[in-house]
């Protein structure tokens, strides 16, 4: 899980690969802390009710679309959801280093500083303004 800002990651941590989103989702959120009235950007995966209510309880506002199933559908903001994109792309950054993509390492903290290396080495590689 990586929640992330344009211009560095601020959570990292690692959850289990049959695990659902949502679970380790409400654990990032409880982890990045108030935040009064900032929009926060989630994928379907986290539409839940249980998410959503946390990320309400810290002052975040959920931007998220229901799914498509869903018998009372809430409005979101549409132009702020396609902002989704800068977390999306650092995903695929972090894919570039072969060592994160295909997780040699069986230890969590070596593959977790694995995927530090690999934040750190992308934010390195941005253009100064």
Same mark, same amino acid.
Request: with cysteine; hydrophobic share 40%; glycine share 6%.
């Given at each position: 899980?990586?929640?992330?800002?344009?211009?560095?990651?601020?959570?990292?941590?690692? /959850? /289990?690969?049959?695990?659902? *989103?949502? #679970?380790?989702?409400?654990?990032?959120?409880?982890?990045?802390?108030?935040?009064?009235?900032? #929009?926060?950007?989630? *994928?379907?995966?986290? &539409?839940?009710?249980?998410?959503?209510?946390?990320?309400?309880?810290?002052?975040?506002?959920?931007?998220?679309?229901?799914?498509?199933?869903?018998?009372?559908?809430? &409005?979101? *903001?549409?132009?702020?959801?396609?902002?989704?994109?800068?977390?999306?792309?650092?995903?695929?950054?972090?894919?570039?280093?072969?060592?994160?993509?295909?997780?040699?390492?069986?230890?969590? &903290?070596?593959?977790? /500083? *694995?995927?530090?290396?690999?934040?750190?080495?992308?934010?390195?590689?941005?253009?100064?303004?």
């Amino acid at each position: 899980m990586v929640a992330c800002d344009e211009l560095s990651a601020v959570e990292v941590h690692l /959850s /289990s690969g049959a695990g659902h *989103d949502a #679970p380790q989702g409400r654990v990032a959120i409880a982890a990045l802390g108030a935040f009064m009235g900032l #929009p926060l950007l989630m *994928d379907r995966a986290y &539409e839940g009710d249980a998410t959503r209510q946390a990320a309400g309880a810290l002052g975040l506002e959920p931007v998220v679309p229901p799914k498509r199933n869903r018998t009372d559908p809430w &409005e979101y *903001d549409r132009d702020a959801y396609k902002e989704r994109n800068i977390v999306e792309r650092l995903f695929n950054r972090i894919k570039h280093y072969r060592r994160v993509a295909t997780r040699y390492e069986k230890l969590r &903290e070596t593959y977790l /500083s *694995d995927v530090h290396l690999a934040l750190i080495a992308i934010h390195l590689k941005r253009p100064l303004e």
